[in-house]
């Protein structure tokens, strides 16, 4: 990408937002409020994102079937069959069975703050090998990340009650807090 169509890019979509600030300011708000709910009930939160992983994988799993079924003679047949299949036992076990599927979702999480704080640990080692001067923050990140795995995974089985629900609504609070500075200051720009 050139600097001339990044520029044009980065105009396109600051006129975007200039021109629907109020839907951006509202999609801020309600992640917020969705946020600090999820904070304040966790475990509600957490069966929430169960059973919505539940839905996404028994929807997905029921349409790849639907799509299987209706090419049959396409290559990969078998293997877009399982796919289905596997995508409509999932979800319905998701559904069926939320509380145990929070405790594998629960489980996912340790392993994504595991690897993601060794990955970006080893990026901040590369980038301090490259003198460059941000790899502090990287490596404190990545930190960061492997001390909230020990801590969930320490706190076996009771952390199964809050974790994935408490960081949903942390994640919630802060992506809503960013909508909002941005609607505003897109706002501010349109000021006289």
Request: no cysteine.
């Amino acid at each position: 990408m050139t600097s001339e169509s990044f520029d044009a890019a980065r105009v396109a979509v600051a006129r975007i937002v200039r021109a629907h600030w109020k839907l951006f300011l509202i999609e801020g708000v309600i992640l917020v409020v969705l946020g600090l709910l999820a904070i304040a009930v966790p475990m509600v939160a957490g069966l929430a994102v169960t059973i919505l992983f539940g839905w996404l994988f028994l929807i997905s799993g029921i349409v790849g079937l639907f799509t299987t079924f209706s090419m049959r003679h396409a290559p990969g047949f078998w293997w877009s069959l399982v796919s289905g299949v596997i995508g409509v036992v999932v979800g319905g076990w998701l559904l069926i069975q939320p509380d145990v599927g929070l405790v594998s979702l629960t489980y996912l999480l340790i392993a994504f703050f595991m690897i993601e704080g060794i990955a970006t640990i080893m990026f901040a080692l590369d980038h301090r090998a490259a003198l460059s001067g941000r790899w502090g923050w990287m490596l404190t990140s990545g930190i960061v990340d492997l001390l909230l795995a020990a801590v969930i995974l320490a706190g076996l089985p009771g952390t199964v009650d809050w974790a994935l629900g408490l960081i949903v609504g942390i994640n919630m609070l802060f992506g809503g807090a960013s909508m909002i500075g941005m609607a505003l200051a897109a706002h501010a720009d349109q000021l006289p």
